[in-house]
């Protein structure tokens, strides 16, 4: 049987909903073209799930879908399960999908067709939140000017075509797994890091493409106990390590110093979304606090001891306010 072209890689834990709407954006396109059907699997890796995940899958591949699944014995974390799914994955080309997002209408055929010229290792994209245009139901008739090429990794990078962002991103498959480093990751960007080390290996042009593929889901479950400050604290470490992978060490520097004034607003998300008010994770931000200056220390540490709940008020106080004045 011949290699497909694109692997669909989709991690999953406990969101049954989310992921039949997921899978019916992708298969919907696949019925209606041969061609697409067998040049594309999709694979996915299902960390334990409590809910009936594995009914509505097994549902897919009774009815004859293409899917490659596998399920964790136990919740591996979020970074070993992108592992697994890639892992098993068989394709030339993995586009990461997360379990709650949906892919545009034509999106799959757009991503085919660059991905058969061989003209590049890394293709990112843009996304939209699901709450706006039907683009599911309607599609998108795409061209070559929502298309952009970039040869130089700093540009591509610091020009913002390579986002963070987990369904924005396609790679070649064999490049990912030549890269990857999976006993020294930082938590939660196992994923970016792999994608990260490949842009300034790559002799190939890195393409953006500008008009939304993919549709968002709004479930912000990654940030439940403020696991946002993490999540922002590594991201800022994985900066540093760029300057190692080949990227200009000045811009990352300037990019770090920009970087590290959000600290706050991080901070206020990450209580109003459960942060713990414990030894560790002041220790966490101490130890990772040499670029922020001793004032933006100071209120950081004046900020985390505010009652969680007091910070919880406050937001909520001013979405309504805001909300009110918005009527």
């Given at each position: 049987?011949?290699?497909?072209?694109?692997s669909?890689?989709?991690?999953?834990?406990?969101r049954s909903?989310?992921?039949?709407?997921c899978?019916?954006?992708i298969?919907?396109?696949?019925d209606e073209?041969?061609e697409?059907?067998?040049?594309?699997?999709?694979?996915?890796?299902?960390n334990?799930?409590?809910d009936n995940t594995?009914?509505?899958i097994?549902?897919?591949?009774?009815?004859g879908s293409?899917?490659t699944?596998t399920?964790?014995e136990?919740?591996?974390?979020?970074?070993l399960?992108v592992?697994?799914?890639?892992?098993?994955?068989?394709g030339e080309?993995?586009?990461?999908?997360?379990?709650?997002?949906?892919i545009?209408?034509?999106?799959i055929?757009?991503?085919?067709?660059k991905l058969k010229?061989?003209?590049?290792?890394?293709?990112?994209?843009?996304?939209?939140p699901i709450s706006?245009k039907?683009r599911?139901?309607l599609?998108m008739i795409f061209n070559?000017?929502?298309?952009?090429e970039?040869?130089?990794h700093?540009?591509?990078?610091?020009?913002g075509?390579?986002q963070?962002?987990f369904?924005?991103l396609?790679f070649?498959?064999?490049l990912w797994?030549k890269?990857?480093?999976?006993?020294n990751?930082?938590d939660y960007w196992?994923?970016?890091?792999t994608?990260i080390k490949i842009?300034p290996?790559?002799?190939k042009?890195?393409?953006?493409?500008e008009?939304?593929l993919i549709m968002?889901?709004?479930?912000?479950?990654?940030?439940?106990?403020?696991a946002e400050l993490?999540?922002f604290i590594?991201s800022?470490k994985l900066?540093?390590r760029m300057?190692n992978?080949?990227?200009?060490r000045?811009?990352i520097?300037?990019f770090?110093?920009k970087?590290?004034k959000?600290?706050?607003?991080i901070?206020l998300?990450?209580?109003g979304?459960g942060?713990?008010?414990n030894?560790?994770?002041?220790?966490?931000i101490?130890?990772n606090?040499?670029r922020?200056s001793y004032?933006?220390?100071?209120?950081v540490s004046?900020?985390?001891?505010i009652?969680?709940?007091i910070?919880?008020?406050?937001r909520?106080?001013?979405?309504?306010i805001?909300r009110g004045?918005a009527?």
């Amino acid at each position: 049987m011949p290699k497909p072209l694109l692997s669909i890689c989709i991690p999953t834990y406990s969101r049954s909903a989310y992921l039949k709407k997921c899978l019916e954006s992708i298969f919907s396109q696949l019925d209606e073209s041969v061609e697409l059907n067998s040049t594309v699997e999709v694979v996915i890796s299902d960390n334990a799930s409590t809910d009936n995940t594995q009914e509505i899958i097994e549902r897919y591949v009774q009815n004859g879908s293409k899917i490659t699944y596998t399920r964790n014995e136990e919740n591996i974390g979020f970074d070993l399960n992108v592992l697994n799914v890639v892992t098993h994955a068989t394709g030339e080309y993995c586009w990461y999908l997360g379990d709650y997002d949906m892919i545009v209408a034509g999106g799959i055929r757009l991503m085919c067709d660059k991905l058969k010229s061989d003209k590049y290792d890394i293709v990112c994209l843009n996304a939209t939140p699901i709450s706006d245009k039907p683009r599911t139901v309607l599609g998108m008739i795409f061209n070559d000017k929502n298309c952009l090429e970039v040869k130089d990794h700093n540009d591509y990078f610091f020009g913002g075509y390579c986002q963070g962002g987990f369904s924005v991103l396609v790679f070649k498959r064999d490049l990912w797994m030549k890269h990857l480093d999976s006993k020294n990751f930082l938590d939660y960007w196992l994923y970016y890091e792999t994608v990260i080390k490949i842009l300034p290996v790559t002799k190939k042009m890195m393409l953006f493409i500008e008009e939304p593929l993919i549709m968002t889901g709004q479930d912000c479950r990654w940030s439940e106990n403020g696991a946002e400050l993490y999540t922002f604290i590594n991201s800022n470490k994985l900066l540093e390590r760029m300057t190692n992978f080949g990227f200009d060490r000045t811009k990352i520097e300037n990019f770090l110093n920009k970087n590290n004034k959000k600290i706050v607003i991080i901070l206020l998300r990450a209580k109003g979304h459960g942060l713990k008010l414990n030894r560790k994770n002041l220790s966490f931000i101490y130890q990772n606090s040499s670029r922020i200056s001793y004032f933006l220390l100071l209120i950081v540490s004046l900020i985390y001891f505010i009652p969680n709940n007091i910070i919880v008020f406050i937001r909520d106080t001013r979405k309504k306010i805001n909300r009110g004045l918005a009527l």
